[in-house]
Structures are given as C-alpha cells and as structure tokens.
C-alpha cells in the first residue's frame, strides 16, 4: 500500500478531509491482527478504524481482513452517533462494495445482514447486544436466531472495542474470546481478530492465565501518536482545571455553581456549552431538575442511558453533533457516562462528578474539542464510602489526588503526566480487576442453547457487565384490560434498557414474585409463543418485558422513572414499520413451533431443497470454504427437509374455501391461509396431534434410518463398535436393502464418520431449534403413550416412519423408512453407535465452536433465501397442466 493510496481513499470517504499520521500508519499494515489503539479523545479514532478496514477490504479486496466489522461500544447512547457516521462513510463507497451498516439493538427491526453471510458489513452496537451474541445468547434477539449470530460474530470479523476503559468485566470477556479464537485458529474456516482501543488503555488489562500466550502478539507494536508528533492542533488546548466539594444531597447548590460556571462562558465559534456529567441516572435527573428551577436562559437538555431510542434519535440532530455547535447557542446538557465517548459536541465548560480517571480522561475530551480553550471543574461529591457508587472509594481517591495535582488537563498535558508516571503509581490510577472470568469450558458449554424444561439458560450476565448495570428491555403498549398482548413483536425503537434488578423492585411486590397491585406486564414465552404473565424471576438481564402503557414508568423527557404513575405514550406507528418478510422471520425465530417460514406459494420439497441447496453452494463459494466443504453443504441442503414428508408436518397443511390442498404429500411450502392454528402439527386422518414436532430432527433421523438399511457397519454407525457389541450379546444386524442405493443416498453412503455427522448436524440445527441437548421438550410431555412406545422427542417418536419422497428434481423418490430415537439415548446404541450429544462434542472438538456455528449459519441463510424465492415449481407446474 502507497501512503498516497490510502489518503486518497480517505479523502473520498470523508469528503476531503486528510488523515492524520496515525491513521495513515495503521492502515500500513496490509495484515490484519490483534491489536491495540491508544489514541486520545478528538483525533479521528471513529474515522482512523472505519477507513483501514475499508480500504484493506473493500478497496484492495483483501480477503485477510475479515468481512464483518463489529462495533462495540460501552453505552447505548453512541450506538447510533456511530452509525450515523458509518452510514455517511459507507454513503461514499461504490454500491457494489458498500457494507451493509447496522444496529444491533434487538426488536423487530433488528436488520437482515446475517442472512448474507458473503458480503460486508459494519455492526454497531453496545457491549450487552454483541458480547451476549458473541455468548450464543444474544439479548433481545430471537432465541433461535442464536447459533447464527453467534457464528457470524465469531468467524470472519474484526472488532473493535470502542472506549474499553467503561466496559469493565466485558474487556475481560472480550480478551478472553480472543483468546479462545487464537486457540481455535488453525481449526477456523474465517479470521477473526480484535482492536481494542482507548485513549488510556493499559496493556495489562488484556493479560490473564488464557490471554497469556498472546498477550505480547497483540500489545507490540501499540498504534499510538509518537511523541515528536505531538504538537499542533489540539496538542496545544489548554483546559484549565479546579475542583470542589458538593454533597450529594445539595442539588440546588449544585445547580447554582454550574449556571456560575455557565455564566463566565463568552459566545464564540462554537457557541456557549456547559456538559454537566453525573455518575448516575438518578443524581443527572436530579441535577436537570434542580437547574430547571434556577429558570435558566439556556437551551437544558438531558441525556442519559435510560431512554428508548426513539427519543434518543432526536438528540444527534438537535443538539450531540458538531453542527450544533455554533455561534449563537446557549445549552446546558447534563448527561451520565454516556458522553464519555463518541459523542462528538465541544463544550466550552465541563462540570463532571469525581470519577474514575479513565473516565475523567474521556470527560476531558469533550470538551473545548474543536479548539480554542476550555475550563473544567472537579466536583467531589462523597459524603461517605457509599457515595462513590457506581464506583470503587479507592479509584476516586486516586484520581482525585491526581486532579490536584494538575492545572492544564489538555491532551498534551494529561500525556506528559501519564509518561512521568512509575508502575505503582499507574497500577493505583489504572487498577483492573474484573469480578468474572469468562473460562474456557463455560464458552464451549454455552455452544448448546437447548433450555431445560422451564425455558431458563445459563445467564451469562456477570460476563458482561458487573453490579446493577445488567439490563433487561422494556416496552410500552396500550392493552385493554385483562388481555395479555397477543402476537406482537416490539421494534427496537420501542424497546427501553432498565437494570434487571430495578425492574423488578419497580413492577413486582417487594421480596415477592407476583406484580404489584394494578402492575400489568409480560414476558415472551419462547416454549409456548406466546407473552405470559412476568414474575420476579423472570426478569433476567437480556429478556424483554411488555408493559401496559397505564402502568406508567416512563416520560419521553426524563427517560424510565419508576415513580412515574401516568400512561406512557407509545411509539407512533408510522416510526414502527416492518415489512411483513421480516416479520415472518422474527417469529419464525422467536417461539419453537413456529413454522412461519413455510407461509409461501406452494412447493414441494425436492423444488425447495434444490433452490437451498444452489444458495449454499453460492454462500460457501463467495466466503471462501473449500470445496469439500461446499460439498457437504450443498449434501445437507438436499436433505434438510426431508422431515417435512412426516404426516405430522403434511397436516399442518390443510385447504380451505378460497384455497383446497393440493392432493400430494411431499409439500415444504404453502400459503399462510392453509396453516390454520388448530391443525398444527396433527395427521390428516386426524389420528394423531404431535405439538412439539420439529422436521428438521425427523430429516436428521432419516439419515440414521438410512444407515440402518444401506450399511449398518458404517464407520458413523456401528463399524468401530461391532466387536464391542458381540461380546455385550449385540448381533450386528445386515444389509437390509439389496438394490442399488439412490444417487442421493449413494453421496451420503461414501461421507466418513466424520462428514456424516457434520452433515446431520447441520440437517438438525437449520432452525436453530434442535441442539446439543436432545430430549423431550415440555409439550411432548403431555402426549397419552397409549401402545407404549414411550413419549415423543420434538415429536417424533420411536417407530414413526418418512414416506417415500422425492428430494431431487429427476431423480428417483427416497425409500420410506422407519425412525429410532436411538440417538438421543445416552451412551452406546446398539442400533445407531454413539449418541447424538457424543456426536455433536465430536463436531466441536474437530472444528471448533464458533466454525461449527458459522456453517450452520450458512446453510440457515441458503434456507432463508431460497424460501422467500418466488420461481415456479415445475412438479405442480406439471401437475396443474397434464
């Protein structure tokens, strides 16, 4: 790469403007890797990323930098700021290499990139939304939706965690999947790496007994500002600093020694801005209301992280960018930690609470941004141990001897201090101890994300954040009384972070599980699809709880207020539109019988598998996969809806008035109005109800049955167990087909162990709904065993048979077969060799989690795409013209 080169590029991406040195020498290196960003707060670090990663992949088309770009940020309230500028960067690209941007926020309108595995993107979101989805337990988004982010975040991505000084344990839990993805290296089908960046990172952060053997690789060589490079600009702002000492309970004397701060400030270029920034939610409303009874002249604004993105959209245009920043503006914006990055606004005056001197830093930069000068006061505010919340006593101490001791906190300054410091004065003003430690077996146990029989997972809350800091996602909605809400998704514009812990005390009795008297709420049942009744226990970090508008807590221009009584207004409906594809999706997504993606023309399955099988091929062959690879894929696809043949599936489909059934029983596809619910999942004949039914298992146990007939010794069957079995009393049974095996079959017949079991897999998990863990889910416990075959598995049960069926167009139909639920038992089966759980513990040995989940993710978007295909299927073509 020229200098030149790259200057160019960015000049056209951000309309003229020149890079720094900085950014010109991090995006010299034409290898992507593992890395860290020490550059102070105003210098381009948004811009320096974006475009390095831009150039290197979209520009050169260097398949060494990972497609995806995920962007982690510690607060909500810079997630779309970051987006806002993403987009216009991403605005300059050529149409044919511009990356798709998108916000990872949950809701309904949570964006579609996963199902183009193969082309760029840039995903933005908070350290609750990507961590959680990096966890396979992505909150807010669809449970069966987990498998596939979490492979797409996992393999061919390069991230970015943005201002890692506020994440606390989630810069612990980011290094540690780093280092379980080096582990994994030579295992993974795609890179990926990971940049962590802050004005004030200390190499040592990243340092644990995991992290230990990379740890040198990815600090070496820190992309930084050389100190003869320092000079200049805003190397040359001085911010004069004081400080004070304000108890906790004084707001109005607060209040008044801001408007005097305010008042010494003159209009300039950039007009007349006071930032105030609190610790806490709590104390920023407060200090708002106690200003507003001070009738200020200013422009008061409140900004914090409690809000739904509806009304934070409305700040980056009004007041958070630089072009509100002019001469003639007169504000006051009192904010919490959500300012200390990204949020691109120079404040002639910052007012700031004692805190954490990472934190104070970051406070630093905002303001006098653009240049000039600035002033900054220091405001203690600890009345004892406990006022230092949501910090530690012994962090503020720190800094504040620190802040004593300075009078200029400008960037050039505050580096010189940082160079003068000895290692024990670093360690007490950079400590870093995180709470957990995310482990290596932890990781691979959270690959299976089958819920036990209520539902519950594993929380991986303390992984992401520590303390009260853990969220769950609130929404308003009008509901009559009495009535739950019913088959409503929210939007992700509707949705509201709250701390778990505060939400309960707010909607549920004290220490008690039921709501309050009068409370009216719920939450998403994924096991029956519908919103029940939420309790106490219920509301967990990641979940997403509905509340009736009359129940109150919220007020657009404070944000969540526990203590508000009147109705929340709702989101208008004309700022809430998805297009019904993309609703079909999500619920599809979200419960575990639901089938929406089969409500299309009709089709039949040999039409609808030979279209998946073409969208695999395409998929792997654009990301790289080899070929063997592609091979296996496009043998999944062919037999991923195999299942669909079972009566149980085959009646769900019925006719009606406008639209009789067609008269075939090899059908994938019709439309929604001949799925009535009441049929769901029972025979034709009426015979037999089986509401827990999965295809997707029946197709995987037809490839068993299979076996069985062609060739029971296979080395995936019983081959390695045949002398084991004979001396247990097994006789091995034969062949139990003569003729030649079908082409399909003949393809499945020549996989090793391993390929076969790679396959199944994949054939098992498309819907992300059958895992790991394959046992009866609570519906089949309700099933009447009546000649004792026992109870149904996703509902099938031992015995059901697959019909003959064709699954490739020209090619002669499968042969019925009968189905074992062998694979499930635990241990060694003498009719199926070892189980389903051994086999998919093989799987992640061998290719490693995250590789694992990334083809399975392939093969769930081929399906996805094929589905909403509109071609003809020419058997019923055929069939409706003799």
């Not at 492979?151 to 890692?164: F, I, T, Y």
């Not at 801001?258 to 609190?278: M, N, R, Y």
């Amino acid at each position: 790469m020229s200098e030149q080169d790259f200057s160019t590029f960015f000049g056209t991406l951000t309309e003229g403007m020149t890079p720094h040195d900085w950014q010109v020498e991090l995006a010299k290196d034409p290898s992507c890797r593992n890395r860290i960003i020490r550059i102070p707060t105003g210098l381009g670090k948004t811009f320096g990323v974006l475009c390095a990663w831009a150039y290197h992949r979209l520009c050169r088309g260097d398949d060494r930098w990972p497609r995806r770009l995920v962007w982690c940020l510690p607060m909500r309230v810079l997630v779309e700021q970051t987006a806002h500028v993403a987009r216009e960067l991403a605005g300059q690209i050529p149409e044919q290499q511009r990356p798709i941007v998108h916000i990872a926020m949950g809701g309904e309108d949570s964006g579609e990139w996963f199902l183009h595995p193969e082309k760029p993107a840039v995903i933005i979101g908070t350290q609750d939304m990507l961590l959680s989805r990096a966890l396979n337990r992505g909150y807010a988004s669809a449970r069966a939706r987990w498998p596939m982010e979490f492979g797409l975040h996992n393999q061919d991505a390069l991230w970015v965690m943005d201002e890692v000084q506020l994440m606390d344990v989630g810069l612990a839990t980011s290094a540690q999947l780093q280092a379980f993805r080096d582990q994994d290296s030579k295992k993974h089908l795609r890179p990926c790496f990971t940049w962590w960046m802050s004005a004030t990172l200390q190499p040592d952060w990243l340092k644990s007994v995991d992290t230990e053997p990379y740890h040198q690789a990815w600090v070496q060589n820190p992309c930084e500002v050389p100190a003869d490079q320092r000079t200049g600009g805003l190397w040359n702002i001085v911010k004069q600093a004081t400080t004070d000492t304000i108890l906790p309970d004084k707001h109005s004397e607060l209040a008044k020694r801001i408007l005097e701060e305010h008042a010494k400030l003159s209009d300039g270029e950039f007009g007349k801005i006071t930032l105030v920034v609190c610790n806490t939610v709590e104390r920023a409303r407060q200090t708002f209301e106690a200003l507003q009874k001070q009738n200020p002249l200013a422009d008061l604004r409140l900004v914090h992280s409690r809000f739904r993105p509806v009304e934070r959209e409305k700040w980056r245009d009004e007041f958070l960018n630089k072009d509100a920043c002019h001469s003639g503006v007169d504000r006051i914006i009192v904010a919490t930690q959500v300012v200390e990055a990204g949020v691109d606004i120079s404040a002639g005056c910052l007012v700031t609470e004692l805190a954490p001197w990472p934190s104070l830093v970051q406070r630093f930069g905002r303001c006098a941004r653009y240049g000039g000068s600035g002033s900054v006061l220091v405001i203690d505010r600890r009345k004892n141990t406990e006022d230092a919340a949501p910090y530690r006593s012994e962090e503020l101490e720190s800094a504040w001897d620190t802040i004593q001791q300075l009078r200029d906190v400008g960037i050039k300054a505050l580096e010189a201090h940082e160079a003068s410091l000895d290692a024990n004065r670093r360690q007490r003003l950079y400590p870093y101890n995180p709470a957990h430690l995310l482990l290596r077996k932890e990781f691979d146990e959270l690959f299976d994300t089958t819920p036990d029989l209520t539902g519950a997972d594993l929380d991986i809350s303390r992984f992401i954040r520590s303390g009260e800091e853990r969220d769950l996602q609130v929404f308003w909605l009008e509901i009559e009384a009495d009535k739950p809400p019913v088959d409503y998704k929210p939007h992700r514009r509707e949705l509201c972070a709250i701390p778990f812990l505060k939400a309960r005390d707010w909607l549920c009795e004290k220490d008690k599980s039921k709501l309050r008297n009068g409370n009216r709420a719920w939450i998403w049942d994924w096991l029956d699809g519908e919103w029940k009744t939420a309790t106490r226990e219920a509301m967990l970090p990641g979940r997403v709880v509905c509340v009736a508008s009359d129940c109150g807590g919220y007020r657009p221009d404070r944000g969540f207020d526990a203590e508000w009584s009147e109705s929340v207004p709702p989101v208008a409906d004309a700022e809430l539109a998805v297009d019904a594809v993309t609703q079909a999706l999500e619920e599809a997504d979200d419960q575990q019988d639901g089938e929406q993606l089969s409500f299309n023309p009709w089709k039949t399955i040999s039409c609808h598998t030979k279209e998946v099988a073409d969208e695999a091929k395409t998929i792997a062959a654009a990301v790289g996969l080899d070929e063997s690879l592609q091979k296996l894929l496009e043998l999944a696809a062919l037999w991923h809806d195999w299942g669909k043949s079972h009566p149980a599936f085959q009646g769900s489909i019925r006719g009606n008035d406008f639209e009789p059934r067609l008269n075939r029983y090899d059908l994938a596809k019709a439309p929604d109005r001949c799925w009535p619910k009441r049929f769901r999942y029972r025979y034709l004949d009426d015979s037999e109800t089986r509401p827990a039914f999965r295809h997707e298992l029946a197709s995987a146990l037809g490839l068993f049955a299979l076996l069985e007939l062609y060739a029971p010794t296979h080395g995936a069957l019983l081959g390695p167990w045949v002398e084991v079995l004979g001396k247990l009393g097994h006789t091995v049974p034969n062949v139990q087909v003569s003729s030649p095996p079908h082409p399909l079959i003949e393809r499945l017949l020549k996989c090793t162990a391993e390929e076969f079991d790679l396959v199944a897999y994949l054939v098992a998990s498309h819907h992300g709904k059958v895992r790991v863990g394959l046992h009866a889910a609570p519906k089949d416990q309700d099933y009447r065993d009546n000649d004792g075959q026992g109870l149904p598995i996703r509902g099938i049960r031992e015995g059901d048979r697959l019909p003959s069926v064709a699954l490739v167009p020209g090619e002669p139909p499968i042969p019925e077969v009968t189905l074992t639920l062998s694979p499930a038992a635990v241990g060694l089966s003498c009719r199926t060799g070892v189980s389903w759980r051994e086999r998919c513990i093989g799987l992640m040995e061998r290719h490693g989690p995250a590789a694992l989940a990334f083809l399975e993710a392939i093969l769930r978007a081929a399906d996805v795409r094929a589905s909403r295909l509109t071609t003809n299927d020419p058997a019923l073509a055929m069939e409706s013209n003799p």
